[in-house]
């Protein structure tokens, strides 16, 4: 935090940053199922959506996926599940 930021300045800009941190990782795999967003792309989203709430601008990177008939993109793991 530099002196002239506010606290909340200064959260912004940490998050900003964490963002920008989670987005060059960002990835999801396939299950064989649906796509299923790795932790930093959960974090990376979480994050984008904090700080849309505060009014704040983010430099999303996200790429969207493919849009493949039959599958299903969510964060929830059904790799588990019967066919």
Same mark, same amino acid.
């Given at each position: 935090?530099? #002196?002239?930021?506010?606290?909340?300045?200064?959260?912004?800009?940490?998050?900003?940053?964490?963002?920008?941190?989670?987005?060059?990782?960002?990835?999801?795999?396939?299950?064989?199922?649906?796509?299923?967003?790795?932790?930093?792309? #959960?974090?990376?989203?979480?994050?984008?959506?904090?700080?849309?709430?505060?009014?704040?601008?983010?430099?999303?990177?996200?790429?969207?996926?493919?849009?493949?008939?039959?599958?299903?993109?969510?964060?929830?793991?059904?790799?588990?599940?019967?066919?």
């Amino acid at each position: 935090m530099t #002196r002239s930021q506010t606290p909340m300045e200064a959260m912004i800009s940490a998050l900003q940053e964490a963002h920008e941190y989670f987005a060059e990782r960002a990835d999801a795999d396939h299950n064989g199922i649906s796509y299923v967003a790795n932790t930093e792309m #959960r974090l990376q989203l979480e994050i984008e959506q904090a700080l849309r709430k505060a009014g704040a601008l983010t430099t999303s990177r996200t790429v969207p996926l493919p849009i493949v008939p039959g599958f299903v993109f969510d964060a929830e793991d059904r790799s588990g599940a019967a066919a």
